[in-house]
């Protein structure tokens, strides 16, 4: 039954988002101003209705964080007014800044209150902001929900988002590989064969030029083409085997989707594990095209025993697909856009909470986690906190970590229960704190 509450509280300092996250909450571009006795500073309020739950949003605005304040401690007073009467208090930090110390203050001031909080950490849809998205978890509220999560379900209202789905429908690809396993080749055989719009943009290093290239409204940003095009010229110096992996490390940097041409007749080497590994760290996407397949037959070849092979050289990228190529002849390189594409999107995928415990409380029933402590371990419960990869944090009753092979079977449930192909999987394990305020 959905819980009808009567008022939630936005806090939070400054520039944290809180407005933002109020109109799309409450779907308003402006809001309603009111004025909370006692508080001399207006509050915004909305009536929202969201997931079957109605309530008044209240936004405090600046109110909290203002620690530079002459009058700090009346503002706190204030804020502390402001959240009285609230059922539940949502706190909104920033994931790509962190934990700051007005953040921290303004917990306790929330601890004192004694109301459930709610952490909804903002800005996480990004790389750099994972550290600092696992900083904002010693403020200790469980449990955490993503800003973006939310205003995704309620993104379909506005103009802004249009510049959003402009931006996800670019995909940086880059294509990466050993001398001579095919790569400029590939590039060529794309640009040709799929009649597409093509130009070059100076990409954002010296020496880094990307192509563009349109297939079915999406754009593919073909990342460093220069470095595959010429590579001795682009890092001077070392060997070429050497030059390639550096390459591949810039290009991959800068992907959301990696392609590792991997050329079929040699097999998979050391260096491409090498590249593999990066790709991997990276938290990229990958994809490996074995290339030359044309060099493959007679047709007897199987494919099956190749593929075998690849995977045992490559092992961190057991989750990749493998797409059988050739640059030469054309075979099945038109189909590599659409696995980028699905790759890219398994890369974005998010599952929604109560899902993903779910599928926690069916896997974990049937095997218990294994540790290398000697308290039982729980998992209690567990949320996504971030897409590209995707980041999954668990909570558990003992600060404990996973054994690797059950952290491998966990994410490999993971993959067969929801589909991420070609998308690497982070999980953090967490000790839960007290309970909530
Ligand atoms: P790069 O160094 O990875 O960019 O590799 P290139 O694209 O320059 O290719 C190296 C050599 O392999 C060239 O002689 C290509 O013609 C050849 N090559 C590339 N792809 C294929 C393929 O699919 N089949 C065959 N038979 N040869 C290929």
Redesign the pocket.
């Given at each position: 039954m959905p819980k009808t509450l009567s008022s939630v509280v936005l806090v939070g300092r400054p520039n944290v988002g809180k407005s933002t996250l109020f109109n799309r909450l409450t779907q308003s571009r402006r809001a309603i101003v009111t004025e909370i006795p006692g508080t001399t500073r207006d509050v915004i309020t909305h009536p929202v209705e969201w997931q079957g739950a109605r309530f008044e949003l209240i936004d405090t605005g600046g109110m909290f964080g203002a620690s530079q304040d002459p009058l700090h401690q009346l503002v706190l007073e204030r804020g502390q007014r402001a959240i009285k009467d609230a059922e539940l208090l949502i706190l909104v930090v920033d994931g790509r800044e962190g934990l700051v110390p007005a953040d921290v203050e303004i917990a306790e001031v929330i601890r004192k209150a004694n109301i459930p909080t709610l952490l909804a950490i903002n800005k996480t849809d990004d790389r750099r902001s994972r550290a600092g998205v696992m900083e904002l978890y010693q403020l200790g509220f469980d449990p955490a929900f993503e800003v973006d999560a939310i205003t995704e379900r309620t993104a379909h209202v506005g103009s802004g988002d249009e510049e959003t789905a402009h931006e996800q429908s670019e995909l940086a690809v880059a294509i990466v590989?050993?001398?001579?396993?095919?790569?400029?080749?590939?590039v060529n055989r794309l640009l040709r064969e799929e009649r597409m719009l093509v130009s070059d943009m100076p990409g954002t290093t010296r020496d880094a030029v990307d192509t563009l290239i349109t297939w079915h409204r999406r754009t593919f940003r073909i990342v460093d083409t220069a470095g595959?095009r010429r590579?001795g010229r682009v890092i001077k110096g070392g060997k070429p085997e050497e030059v390639s992996v550096l390459l591949a490390r810039r290009a991959i940097k800068r992907a959301d989707v990696v392609v590792l041409?991997v050329d079929a007749t040699a097999g998979a080497t050391d260096q491409d594990g090498a590249i593999a590994g990066e790709a991997e760290g990276a938290g990229s996407g990958v994809i490996i095209a074995a290339?030359?397949?044309?060099?493959m037959k007679p047709p007897g070849t199987n494919s099956n025993e190749f593929d075998e092979n690849l995977r045992r050289q490559l092992k961190f990228l057991e989750y990749a697909p493998v797409l059988h190529?050739?640059?030469?002849?054309g075979e099945r390189t038109s189909r590599l856009f659409e696995v980028i594409d699905r790759v890219a999107g398994n890369c974005r995928k998010r599952i929604p909470t109560p899902a993903f415990n779910q599928f926690l409380a069916q896997v974990t029933t049937r095997h218990p986690p294994v540790s290398p402590g000697r308290r039982r371990v729980r998992i209690l419960y567990g949320t996504q906190i971030g897409i590209a990869p995707p980041t999954f944090l668990l909570f558990t009753n003992v600060a404990t970590k996973f054994h690797f092979s059950y952290e491998r079977f966990l994410i490999n449930q993971l993959r067969e229960a929801f589909g991420f192909e070609g998308s690497p999987i982070q999980l953090r394990v967490r000790r839960r704190r007290g309970k909530t305020a």
């Open positions: 590989g050993r001398p001579n396993a095919g790569k400029s080749s590939l595959i590579p041409v290339n030359k397949w044309d060099l190529i050739s640059a030469e002849t």
